[in-house]
C-alpha cells in the first residue's frame, strides 16, 4: 500500500535502505542544507552590505580597500599568535584528571 501511495503521491513511502545507504544519503542530504545555508547567511553577511552601503554614500573604494587590508593582516596576526604556542605534552594527558571509577557523579 506504501509503494500505491508513492506512487499516486497521496501518501507517505518508506523506501527500505541499509545502514550504509542510509548514512549516504543523510550526509548527501545534510551537504545541500549546508550549502543553501551557506548562500543564504552569505547574501545576508554584513561586512560586504556595509561596503556597498559606504560606498554609495561615497567612501572611495582605496580606503575601503585600506581598512579591509588592515583588518585581514590584523586577523592574521591574531591567527598566527593562536596557532604559535606548542602543543601540550603527550605525557600530561592524565594529569589533573580524577574519577573513582563509580558512576555516582552521573546522576
Do not use: H
Not at 548514512?23 to 543564504?40: C, F
Not at 552601503?53 to 598566527?80: H, K, N, Q, S
Not at 593562536?82 to 563509580?102: K, M
Amino acid at each position: 500500500m506504501t509503494q500505491t501511495c508513492a506512487d499516486t503521491g497521496t501518501g507517505p513511502a518508506v523506501a527500505p535502505l541499509d545502514p550504509p545507504a542510509r548514512l549516504a544519503l543523510y550526509r548527501a542530504m545534510l551537504r545541500v542544507r549546508q550549502d543553501a545555508q551557506a548562500q543564504s547567511w552569505l547574501a545576508r553577511d554584513p561586512v560586504p552590505r556595509y561596503r556597498e552601503r559606504l560606498e554609495a554614500l561615497g567612501v572611495d573604494a582605496a580606503t575601503l580597500d585600506a581598512i579591509e587590508a588592515a583588518a585581514r593582516a590584523e586577523a592574521d596576526e591574531a591567527r598566527g599568535a593562536a596557532e604559535a604556542p606548542p602543543l601540550a605534552d603527550p605525557a600530561s594527558i592524565e594529569r589533573d584528571v580524577f574519577a573513582d571509577g563509580g558512576a555516582r557523579w552521573r546522576s
